[in-house]
């Protein structure tokens, strides 16, 4: 063999070994992912977690209440959520947490109408919606914080609701008809979007680089200091985003797709839409995407896929 076949040869084992390597990182980025979300497909309103790939379907809450909007501790190891356990009037609802696997659920909090719950990064303190009169959509005590046991509430804004930390711990996006932006003590607080539409469910990017909302029951993405903003999908019923740890994608919700409501993922760089959980009988959404391990974020310049067994949509239904 000569020298130049030699160095062909060798290049295209370094390439093979290269491709059979990550492949078999998406195969564990595909089991290691985890997704909590909400659903009523066993008659009730739980939480359910799924890998992120789809599979292995698994009830968390099992409680006549209802149970809905988890968010994962970043270690997952716990699930905060929202429940009317404590009366069951739909509109008192408290925050909750839980083991993963569904032992030893905690109320942390005695509000009126608490919701939407979001741990720091470092999984020492709980963000959430306060909310006094559960009759209104914002309630009068706003965001709120505290220590991920429930102790040492502190208020933070009296205006804005659905917070979500950034990947830093240091600022804290939410929504008040508008996206804004504060400190993480809540102060300086900026706003970053200034259209006619109603916003709503804002989320960080674990890489801290974009933010995703919800606008005209559609998703939308932006960067981290509101520039550059783009709708990422054109159906309507559109809720709920949440980024992969790749940040790469955004699992969300929808109300108005095909013959029932369920899951599906949005490729943020070409908008190509992917079903992740059908529900024509009942309703699976809110989802909240966990990545624990050392694989949380690519390497610069390539990307971890884990749609691998995801149904492609039609551009005609993106």
Known sequence: MSFKAGRLFAGALVVSLIIQMQIAVNGDAARRTKIAFTSSRDGNTEIYVMDGDGRNRRRVTVDPAADFRPAWSPDGRKIAFVSNRTNRNKHIKQIWVIDAYGKNPIRLTDGLGDSNPDWSPD?????YDAHLDPERHIGDDGITVMDADGNNKRLLTEEGAHPSWSPDGKHIVYAH????VMDADGRNSEQLTHDVGFKRMPSWSPDGRRIAYESEDRIWVMDSDGKNQRRLTNISGDKHPTWSPQSDAIAFHSYGRGDGRGIYLVDVTNGAVNVMQHAPRFWDGQPDWLYPGDLAV?????????????????SSLR
């Open 177 to 180: 008809g508008q996206i804004y």
């Open 298 to 314: 690519s390497p610069e310049g390539s990307r971890i896929t884990i749609w691998g067994r995801l149904k492609n949509i039609p």
């Open 123 to 127: 999984g020492t303190k709980i963000l």
